[in-house]
C-alpha cells in the first residue's frame, strides 16, 4: 500500500508559478512510476505529466507542455510539479498518482495506477 499527500496548492495570479509536492509513504516509492493529472469543476480527470521511476523519462500533456516540470527525489520519496506561466483555465484539483506496475514508463492513462492522493486546490486569478 502506498499513500500520497499532496500539498503546495493555492491561489495565484496568471502568470505567476506554484510548486505542488506529493509525499509518498512506504519504501517502495523509488520503484513506481508516478503521475500528476487535474480535474477541473465540470470536466474529466486529465492527464498532466508523468515520470519514470528513476527521473529519466517524462511525459506532458500538450496543454502545459513547456510551462510544467516533472521531478521526483526519491531519497524523500517526493515527486514535484513546478507549474510556470500559469493561465485561468490551470484552475483545478491536482492530483498525484503511483504506478507499481510499469516503473520505466510514463503512463497516462487513468486505469494505469493504482495509487492516487486527495487532491490539492490549484486557482489561478485575472
Known amino acids: 500500500q502506498v499513500q500520497l499527500v499532496e500539498s503546495g496548492g493555492g491561489l495565484v495570479q496568471a502568470g505567476g508559478s506554484l510548486r505542488l509536492s506529493c509525499a509518498a509513504s512506504?519504501?517502495?516509492?523509488?520503484?513506481?512510476?508516478m503521475g500528476w493529472f487535474r480535474q477541473a469543476p465540470g470536466k474529466e480527470r486529465e492527464f498532466v505529466a508523468a515520470?519514470?521511476?528513476?527521473?529519466?523519462?517524462?511525459y506532458y500533456g500538450d496543454s502545459v507542455k513547456g510551462r510544467f516540470t516533472i521531478s521526483r527525489g526519491n531519497a524523500k520519496n517526493t515527486v514535484y510539479l513546478q507549474m510556470n506561466s500559469l493561465k485561468l483555465e490551470d484552475t483545478a484539483v491536482y492530483y498525484c498518482?503511483?504506478?507499481?506496475?510499469?516503473?520505466?514508463?510514463?503512463?497516462?492513462?487513468?486505469?494505469?495506477?493504482?495509487?492516487w492522493g486527495q487532491g490539492t486546490q490549484v486557482t489561478v486569478s485575472s
Open positions: 515520470i519514470s521511476w528513476n527521473g529519466g523519462s517524462t
Open positions: 498518482a503511483a504506478d507499481p506496475d510499469t516503473p520505466w514508463g510514463t503512463p497516462r492513462r487513468i486505469l494505469e495506477y493504482d495509487y
Open positions: 512506504g519504501r517502495t516509492f523509488s520503484t513506481y512510476a
